[in-house]
């Protein structure tokens, strides 16, 4: 089956520096991949929607300074949290989808992200 | 735009007991349905799924049947155990929304008792 790997599992850094998440499809290739937030005991939100080697699409009320995404390649798309707050402690899940696949997006483990 | 409703929890049952969480959708195209569940600490897992109406989706005990008339995507188990406790997600895919990006619903949060 599809799988998508997310790395780091989870991860803390201090106010102000900036954690790049990764997203990567290790036995297909991606040509859209998405990004989700949650906040604890809440669904997940989408946060933008990334295509390979074209700009990432924002929803609506997302900071596309703060959350910088880049899909460079088929199998890799990067989430980076810049200038991170305490605020911006999440869980963020990526997904991904193929071309000629059926509607099914294929989750990423999870990141957990704590700003201290 | 497109959307999932499904029912608020938490939902508190006894060991063997009969689980339902109702989950209604809208879509304006003609979606895949999903059933993902989260236990504690962990990322989602797909528990079911189904793409076209009436098309029934089942796996370790746990169904739901596509219901176009009544846009629903119920989830049901016969016998909930224990290891069953976790939240359960309601979600939608569809080729309408651009990329097949998932929807979901808010979640329902399960605790089975022993």
């Known amino acids: 089956g599809a799988v998508v790997s997310q790395h780091p599992s989870r991860v803390i850094c201090k106010s102000g520096t900036s954690v790049k998440i990764e997203c990567r499809s290790l036995?297909?290739?991606?040509?859209?991949m998405f990004w989700y937030r949650q906040f604890p005991k809440q669904s997940l939100m989408l946060m933008a929607t990334?295509?390979?080697?074209?700009?990432?699409?924002?929803e609506q009320g997302v900071e596309k300074d703060k959350f910088l995404i880049n899909h460079a390649s088929l199998t890799l798309s990067t989430l980076t949290v810049t200038s991170a707050h305490p605020e911006d402690s999440s869980f963020y899940i990526c997904s991904a989808t193929f071309m000629g696949g059926n509607t099914e997006a294929f989750f990423g483990q999870g990141t957990r992200l704590t700003v201290v | 735009g497109d959307s999932v409703t499904q029912m608020e929890g938490p939902v508190t049952l006894s060991e063997e007991a009969f689980l339902t969480i109702n989950c209604t959708y809208t879509?304006?195209?003609?979606?895949?349905l999903f059933w993902y569940v989260q236990y504690p600490g962990e990322g989602l897992q797909l528990l079911l799924k189904a793409t076209k109406a009436d098309d029934k989706g089942s796996n370790k005990g746990f169904e739901a049947t596509y219901r176009k008339e009544t846009t629903s995507f119920h989830l049901e188990k016969g016998s909930v155990q224990v290891s069953d406790s976790a939240v359960y997600f309601c979600?939608?895919?569809?080729?309408?929304?651009?990329?097949?990006?998932?929807?979901f619903g808010a979640g329902t949060r399960l605790f089975v008792k022993a």
């Open positions: 879509a304006t195209g003609y979606p895949s």
């Open positions: 990334s295509n390979e080697g074209s700009k990432a699409t924002y």
């Open positions: 979600a939608l895919s569809d080729r309408n929304t651009g990329g097949f990006k998932t929807i």
């Open positions: 036995d297909f290739q991606a040509t859209t």
